[in-house]
């Protein structure tokens, strides 16, 4: 066996991990009305089964990085699938740090699924290592990128306590208009949450069915001398394409449900790579997140908000809302130095310049001055409470476009990111 197989190895082995301390942490909230224990013990002891389980998981999750890092002989962190592996990685250490902190067995039931997530999100792109461009061989990218997310991580962790808080301080029962404006938000992000669930079982599905379709796509080049050249490339789709690419043929379609040839073209202001399969992805993603989100609001007969709420009964908001700022509060001098500081110096290097306007760069700086008028706002107006858990509810959906929307459509340095 390859050190590259025994990776991938390690890799299943701490998704299923992941999976079973899910379980655990579960068991150890939701089942203390079914114990015959006294609640606080039977918390304490599944919980600390469930986070011997994750910490099991998160040093799979280690071996996987290291092995793959000396077998690919290059940092795994260079393309789509490696740098979403290395932010659940991260997310599980930035969890681990805060559970030593605290000892909230709740905060594992919010925090490992968002890992299970990103695990499962990470596999649906090309797993082969890759060689490294040029302007990624450089050992300022493996201290830009390995503290960026690190940095992220912590914010994600800061998000699931914000969304507990919320969960647990909204009354889902009151019929004011200020109360269903905030249940309405709560549920907005539970239902994002299944979108992105409901992608991962889109790719899968199709995949396990063999689903393919191709086109070509003509593209006009415009070189420094304002000289125009057109290329053509060919775009595969694993998804039935309801969205085409914009200025293509069909080459090769699989009829779904009727369906012989794609709905819509992908707008021309789309100009990221791939754009139009990604916009498709998108739209299969929402398609089979509100199928699931549907099919919960039947078994559940509520809105996921109000069937959660009852489990946070018993748990101290103010425990909630000082994680979730503790959590940020860490994340916030990590993310300056990876996110801005290290990326700079990288930019230096690679392009010649420290700045240069390039979209995930500008997001990253969003994303930098958000959480910054976050703490402010902490510190300076005692912004805590409901105010506080919105903002780190927020502040992680611009973290997640960073990441992940600024590749879907628009162009730039570093769209190489998300092929």
């Given at each position: 066996m390859s050190l590259l197989d025994f990776s991938s190895d390690a890799f299943m082995v701490a998704f299923f991990l992941y999976c079973f301390a899910f379980l655990f942490y579960v068991i150890a909230i939701a089942g203390k009305k079914w114990s015959n224990r006294d609640p606080k013990q039977h918390e304490k002891r599944w919980g600390r089964i469930a986070f011997i389980v994750s910490t099991a998981g998160l040093v799979a999750h280690l071996t996987f990085f290291f092995t793959r890092w000396i077998g690919g002989k290059q940092i795994p962190t260079s393309n789509m699938y490696e740098f979403m592996t290395f932010l659940g990685m991260a997310i599980m250490i930035a969890y681990t740090i805060v559970y030593a902190m605290y000892r909230k067995p709740l905060l594992g039931m919010f925090a490992i699924p968002l890992t299970?997530?990103?695990?499962?999100?990470?596999?649906?792109?090309?797993?082969?290592?890759?060689?490294?461009?040029?302007?990624?061989?450089?050992?300022?990218?493996?201290?830009?990128?390995?503290?960026?997310?690190?940095?992220?991580?912590?914010?994600?962790?800061?998000?699931?306590?914000?969304?507990?808080?919320?969960?647990?301080v909204i009354n889902f029962t009151d019929k004011t208009k200020q109360a269903r404006r905030a249940q309405f938000w709560v549920e907005f992000t539970l239902y994002s949450i299944i979108v992105i669930v409901g992608f991962i079982i889109a790719?899968?599905?199709?995949?396990?069915?063999?689903?393919?379709?191709?086109?070509?796509?003509?593209?006009?080049?415009?070189?420094?001398?304002?000289?125009?050249?057109?290329i053509v490339d060919t775009v595969n789709y694993y998804l039935p394409p309801i969205v085409q690419?914009?200025?293509?043929?069909?080459v090769e379609f699989q009829s779904f449900l009727g369906m012989d040839k794609p709905l819509f073209?992908?707008?021309?202001?789309?100009?990221?790579?791939?754009?139009?399969?990604?916009?498709?992805?998108v739209v299969w993603s929402i398609i089979a997140g509100t199928l699931l989100y549907g099919v919960l609001r039947l078994i559940l007969r509520k809105r996921l908000g109000a069937a959660i709420h009852p489990v946070m009964e018993g748990i101290d908001a103010d425990d909630l809302d000082e994680i979730s700022y503790r959590a940020i509060a860490i994340g916030f001098p990590i993310f300056t130095l990876g996110g801005l500081i290290f990326a700079m110096i990288w930019a230096e290097i690679a392009w010649g310049r420290f700045w240069g306007w390039d979209p995930k760069e500008v997001w990253a700086l969003i994303t930098w001055l958000f959480y910054s008028a976050y703490l402010h706002f902490r510190l300076s107006r005692g912004w805590q409470g409901l105010r506080s858990a919105w903002l780190a509810v927020i502040g992680f959906v611009i973290v997640l476009f960073t990441l992940i929307g600024v590749n879907l459509i628009i162009a730039g340095l570093h769209s190489y990111s998300g092929v």
């Amino acid at each position: 066996m390859s050190l590259l197989d025994f990776s991938s190895d390690a890799f299943m082995v701490a998704f299923f991990l992941y999976c079973f301390a899910f379980l655990f942490y579960v068991i150890a909230i939701a089942g203390k009305k079914w114990s015959n224990r006294d609640p606080k013990q039977h918390e304490k002891r599944w919980g600390r089964i469930a986070f011997i389980v994750s910490t099991a998981g998160l040093v799979a999750h280690l071996t996987f990085f290291f092995t793959r890092w000396i077998g690919g002989k290059q940092i795994p962190t260079s393309n789509m699938y490696e740098f979403m592996t290395f932010l659940g990685m991260a997310i599980m250490i930035a969890y681990t740090i805060v559970y030593a902190m605290y000892r909230k067995p709740l905060l594992g039931m919010f925090a490992i699924p968002l890992t299970i997530i990103i695990v499962a999100y990470a596999s649906v792109f090309p797993q082969e290592v890759q060689p490294l461009i040029p302007a990624l061989n450089s050992v300022w990218l493996k201290v830009h990128v390995t503290t960026a997310a690190l940095g992220e991580a912590f914010f994600a962790v800061g998000f699931a306590a914000g969304l507990m808080y919320l969960l647990r301080v909204i009354n889902f029962t009151d019929k004011t208009k200020q109360a269903r404006r905030a249940q309405f938000w709560v549920e907005f992000t539970l239902y994002s949450i299944i979108v992105i669930v409901g992608f991962i079982i889109a790719v899968f599905g199709f995949r396990f069915a063999g689903y393919e379709a191709s086109f070509t796509q003509e593209k006009v080049l415009i070189d420094n001398k304002g000289q125009d050249s057109t290329i053509v490339d060919t775009v595969n789709y694993y998804l039935p394409p309801i969205v085409q690419p914009y200025n293509s043929q069909i080459v090769e379609f699989q009829s779904f449900l009727g369906m012989d040839k794609p709905l819509f073209e992908a707008p021309y202001w789309m100009n990221g790579v791939n754009a139009g399969r990604k916009l498709n992805t998108v739209v299969w993603s929402i398609i089979a997140g509100t199928l699931l989100y549907g099919v919960l609001r039947l078994i559940l007969r509520k809105r996921l908000g109000a069937a959660i709420h009852p489990v946070m009964e018993g748990i101290d908001a103010d425990d909630l809302d000082e994680i979730s700022y503790r959590a940020i509060a860490i994340g916030f001098p990590i993310f300056t130095l990876g996110g801005l500081i290290f990326a700079m110096i990288w930019a230096e290097i690679a392009w010649g310049r420290f700045w240069g306007w390039d979209p995930k760069e500008v997001w990253a700086l969003i994303t930098w001055l958000f959480y910054s008028a976050y703490l402010h706002f902490r510190l300076s107006r005692g912004w805590q409470g409901l105010r506080s858990a919105w903002l780190a509810v927020i502040g992680f959906v611009i973290v997640l476009f960073t990441l992940i929307g600024v590749n879907l459509i628009i162009a730039g340095l570093h769209s190489y990111s998300g092929v």
